[in-house]
Nanobody
Framework: QVQPVESGGGSVEVGGSLRLSCGAS???????VAWFRQTPGKEREFVAS????????DYADSVKGRFSISRDNNLNAVYLQMNNLKSEDTAIYYC??????????WGQGTQVTVSS
């Protein structure tokens, strides 16, 4: 079992950058990890994912070319680099870890606010 913990959220102006981190109390290295986000009144939506060894990534169309997901299994961390942020990127961002033989786990989320 793993408990993801997000960090790095905050407030930034339009066009700015933030880097979110996802860590855990136990190892993330055998888990596929994804970032999701949610705004009030809307369903949680997929943002980006990376497989357990980092050789496969995927992105929502809305963030392609602006966001980059990566991981450092030596540091037990997954990152989401967010560049050229837009106001519509404002949301709570959640880290999700999954391993099909074990289960899937959500973090508590970190707020990202982009203002003009």
């Amino acid at each position: 079992q793993v408990q993801p913990v997000e960090s790095g959220g905050g407030s930034v102006e339009v066009g700015g950058s933030l880097r979110l981190s996802c860590g855990a109390s136990s190892t993330l290295s055998s888990y596929d990890v994804a970032w999701f986000r949610q705004t009030p009144g809307k369903e949680r939506e997929f943002v980006a994912s990376i497989n357990w060894n980092g050789d496969t990534t995927d992105y929502a169309d809305s963030v392609k070319g602006r966001f980059s997901i990566s991981r450092d299994n030596n540091l037990n961390a997954v990152y989401l680099q967010m560049n050229n942020l837009k106001s519509e990127d404002t949301a709570i961002y959640y880290c999700h870890a999954s391993r099909w033989t074990v289960g899937d786990y959500w973090g508590q989320g970190t707020q990202v606010t982009v203002s003009s």
